[in-house]
């Protein structure tokens, strides 16, 4: 059985339970931009579009939660992968996922980590949309073996095939993270099952 299941979100409402750091949400990825570079005040100055204040408070909940723990979201671009790798061990059997994708997505956790990091780009359930817009940041591929030496803050990739997708994040302690969805959190592991075939690295 693969580790995750990234199949596409549908809106389904559930109950949050004490685990949750966020707000229940529908799916609405499509609606925001990112809420954390805009200044609270120009926040709130005019009316917010359907769903669009729901899934700011729950990336707001997420913001809160890793400043507690004094991380800040990365100033300069080239910190970003550290600040994911950072949030990332900060949020080990923590729940990261949404009611919409069923909380299923590891492509939701590890695309949630970089957005709060300052990655500049949307909360993705689909892991090729994931991969996209980091390519379209400028974030590089190449193919990864087991051998290779991973830093932290590389992302790796399975093959895009249907079945099987998964993506995980190398944390500040060299562990993988990624959403395991027998336990509904972010686990930290040396080896997954998944066979990761690709390593994406943020270009300095």
């Known amino acids: 059985m693969p580790d995750i299941d990234d199949r596409s979100p549908k809106e389904v409402m559930t109950k949050v339970d004490e685990n949750k750091i966020e707000p229940l949400v529908p799916d609405h990825e499509h609606m925001l931009k990112d809420s954390l570079s805009t200044p609270p005040a120009d ?56 009611a919409s994708d069923r909380n ?6 590890v695309s949630r980590l970089l957005q709060f990091a300052g990655a500049g780009i949307e909360q993705a359930a689909f892991i090729p949309n994931l991969k996209k817009q980091l ?36 944390g500040i302690d060299g562990k993988i993270y990624s959403h395991n969805f027998r336990s509904g959190t972010l686990q930290g592991r040396d080896n997954w099952s998944s066979k990761f075939v690709t390593v994406m690295r943020h270009k300095h």
């Open 43 to 98: 926040r709130t100055a005019t009316p917010a579009a359907p769903g669009q204040n729901l899934r700011m408070e729950t990336k707001q909940a997420l913001a809160n939660h890793l400043m507690g723990e004094g991380l800040l979201p990365a100033l300069d671009p080239k910190d970003v992968p550290e600040t994911a790798a950072r949030a990332a061990a900060l949020m080990v059997n923590k729940d990261l996922g949404i």
């Open 104 to 109: 299923l997505s590891s492509g939701t956790a």
């Open 135 to 170: 390519e379209e940041k400028g974030w590089e591929s190449q193919p990864y073996t087991s051998k290779d030496q991973l830093k932290p803050g590389d992302l790796l990739f399975t093959g895009m095939e249907t079945q099987g997708r998964n993506v995980g994040i190398v």
